[in-house]
């Protein structure tokens, strides 16, 4: 996935041809490094979604609103003090960086005329968006970046505003000379894709990779295998794309390989496409499809608006990530200890008979012996017991008979106690899998709860108060029958003993922590597809996600106990149906 400078002078050419010359109507920042613009033009409404997060950093229209916070971020009130209602006159792309300056027309505090800049640069880790005056003095950004944090480049109120230092030998791929091609990125001495993303901005490792592809060169070979003639064919290759960049001719896709997007660009990526012609050796399952897009707003919001998502909820769930492991890390230790303990106990038998023998021969025992041989009458094998020389027959046996019933009653405890301890290693591997499948700060809220309940953490003056929003996932069968699957234990809690009757199915991934499936019957018997589809909810919604194949317990709810004290969401059961599936749910609806 390349956010590139190709992509970038797509985005650059569709935003010159729908927001320009739009007003800002409002401004929200929805995330501490995102910002939400309502625009208004000529061509109506649109929303402009940016983020500068380093691990997600995006620009793209977006019909999607986002909740923000109610008291606004600092950086947010500064650019509605300054640039609310202005217009966006000019939106370029300086030397094809992965950078969109938009200059924006505004009236002042004395109702002047001025003009601003905001700059967006989505340059991975070091990503900002930066707002400037019109003399390029920086008036403030969406993050601060010292001298303590970099040495090369400053971003902080007051200082002038540089675009990022890149490699000074890279060039503009758009004015690139044959010159400078043959004997300057084929010089040196590297392979050939890395030695063209190397020399030239804005193409990435991929977009390197399809010239050489569309040469019929193998791009991990080294320059120096290239012969003259070769040279002169990848680059008039290079020239032919950079020639539909020049030319606008953008062609913005998504390639996929079955159900999962791999690879976005702005140009058709032959290289992927060209495995999964007709008559490819490829299963159907594993060959790339490409899928073109009209704008390369709706593939870069297909692509990152998903990931975006997962990566917020991923760091909102941070703390609890660490509550969750770390109790976990400690109950595992502790049955490791119990276990060892418990085997220890395991040789508890033997003192009983060694106390037992004792009794029934110590009788010819002399004063200050250290050992006796006797026949174990349950084996009629010989064996040595060894004494106390200080103590008589009769105390030595009792002595024996203590240390049995000792390990007797350790025994009875540690049975107990790692039982607890292995019913609190699934409860937490079950929120573990729970954090997994959360969607959204209202999922989150509900599993604070329960590691609030059962002593995980301490109750926050900031935690959400009242009943969480967080719902079930619904989905709706292919026959027309309504699928639940509950996202965290509270959820499967209220599935099963609340919401399912007596005869709609369970489904349970065998073995393992995953989400409860419930499927509504309305007192029909169910078609084999919708128990396909249920199962593969089930799989799907499990810790064995990621496996080729899975097996899938079910059964009928009025078949299903709740243990007693046991944690939300556990059940049992005896008697039930199981199947293996591959967890796929790609071609399931999800209903609202």
Not at 228 to 234: A, F
Not at 304 to 311: C, D, G, R, S
Not at 348 to 375: F, P, Q
Not at 536 to 546: F, H, I
């Amino acid at each position: 996935m390349a956010l590139d400078g190709l992509v970038i002078s797509n985005l650059v050419y569709e935003l010159n041809n729908t927001i320009l010359n739009s007003r800002i109507s409002k401004i929200a920042q929805p995330e501490g490094d995102e910002l939400l613009f309502t625009l208004k033009g000529t061509g109506g409404q649109f929303r402009l979604a940016m983020s500068a997060s380093a691990s997600l950093p995006f620009l793209y229209l977006t019909e999607q609103n986002k909740q923000s916070p109610m008291q606004a971020p600092n950086f947010c009130m500064v650019l509605r003090k300054h640039i609310a209602n202005g217009r966006i006159v000019r939106i370029t792309q300086p030397q094809m960086e992965r950078i969109l300056q938009f200059e924006i027309e505004h009236l002042d505090e004395l109702g002047d005329l001025g003009r601003k800049f905001l700059i967006v640069e989505l340059m991975g880790k070091h990503s900002n968006i930066i707002f400037c005056n019109a003399e390029g003095k920086i008036i403030d950004s969406i993050k601060h970046v010292s001298s303590m944090m970099s040495s090369l480049r400053e971003v902080l109120p007051g200082r002038i505003y540089a675009i990022p230092a890149t490699q000074e030998e890279k060039q503009n791929p758009l004015f690139a000379a044959e010159d400078a091609f043959l004997f300057g990125a084929m010089a040196k001495p590297l392979s050939i894709a890395k030695a063209i993303y190397t020399s030239f901005t804005g193409i990435s490792p991929v977009v390197a990779n399809e010239i050489c592809h569309r040469a019929c060169i193998d791009g991990e070979m080294p320059t120096a295998s290239l012969n003259t003639d070769e040279k002169t064919h990848l680059y008039h290759q290079f020239n032919r794309v950079m020639e539909d960049i020049r030319a606008h001719r953008y062609c913005p896709n998504i390639i996929t390989q079955g159900s999962r997007p791999v690879e976005f660009s702005c140009i058709r990526l032959t290289e992927y496409t060209d495995n999964g012609e007709a008559g490819s050796s490829l299963e159907p399952s594993d060959a790339y499809q490409m899928t073109a897009y009209d704008s390369i707003s709706h593939v870069l919001e297909q692509f990152y608006a998903a990931k975006n998502v997962y990566t917020r909820i991923r760091q909102k769930s941070v703390d609890l990530r660490k509550i969750v492991s770390t109790a976990l890390d400690r109950a595992r230790k502790k049955y490791q200890l119990q276990e060892k303990q418990l085997l220890d106990t395991e040789k508890r038998e033997k003192y009983k008979i060694y106390g037992e023998l004792i009794h029934t021969y110590g009788y010819g025992l002399s004063e200050g012996e250290k050992e006796l041989e006797a026949l174990n009458y349950y084996t009629n094998e010989m064996i040595k017991i060894p004494l106390d020389p200080t103590l008589d027959a009769k105390a030595n046996a009792q002595k024996y008979f203590e240390k049995y019933n000792k390990q007797k009653r350790t025994a009875e405890a540690l049975t107990g106690l790692i039982k607890d301890t292995l019913t609190e290693i699934h409860h937490l591997e079950s929120i573990a899998s729970s954090l997994d499948l959360a969607l959204n700060e209202e999922d989150l809220v509900q599993i604070k709860d329960e590691l609030t309940e059962y002593g995980y953490r301490k109750r926050k003056h900031t935690d959400k108060k009242g009943k969480s929003k967080s719902k079930p996932l619904h989905y709706l069968s292919s026959d027309g029958y309504h699928m639940y699957v509950g996202k965290n234990n509270y959820q499967n809690e209220e599935l099963t003993f609340r919401f399912a009757d007596g005869n709609d199915w369970w489904f349970h991934a065998k073995g393992m922590p995953g989400s409860h499936v419930i499927v509504k019957t309305n007192g029909e018997e169910l078609p084999d597809r919708t128990f396909e589809e249920a199962a593969r909810l089930a799989g799907y919604y499990s810790k064995g996600r990621e496996s080729d194949k899975i097996e899938i317990d079910y059964l009928q709810k009025k078949n299903i106990k709740k243990p007693g004290k046991g944690a939300p969401g556990f059940v049992v059961y005896y008697t039930n149906y199981s199947l293996t599936i591959q967890p796929d749910i790609s071609d399931l609806r999800l209903l609202e």
